[in-house]
């Protein structure tokens, strides 16, 4: 499937709202988490850079990438994203055809 940026909210939204038990949200929070470490390593950034990028606290990367938060909002989610390469689309087909 292909998003387009401009319907990516809804996408996400969607996404988001098919994890409907807490088995299906924990594997949403696990894959965002391994997507957004991968991506932080591949580009050579350390949390402390990323959060610096995203202006969202160490703290919560730590959570996020740790899978100690179920999932990000959508804004935080998006900072990342565009933050770590901006291919909003991958991470979104990606989760989609896991869940």
Known sequence: MYYNTSNYIHVFK?????????????????????RL????????????E??????ISIDTIRSLEG??????GLFMAYKLVLALDGKIEEWLNEIDEQL
């Not at 969607?14 to 391994?34: D, G, H, P, V």
């Not at 990323?50 to 202006?55: D, F, H």
């Not at 899978?67 to 990000?72: D, L, Y």
Request: proline share 2%.
């Open 14 to 34: 969607y996404i988001m709202s098919r994890a409907k038990n807490t088995e299906e949200q924990i594997k949403l929070a696990k894959l965002f988490s391994k």
């Open 37 to 48: 470490k991968l991506e932080r390593e591949n580009m050579g950034l350390s949390q402390n």
């Open 50 to 55: 990323l959060a610096m990028r995203t202006n």
């Open 67 to 72: 899978c100690r938060i179920k999932t990000p």
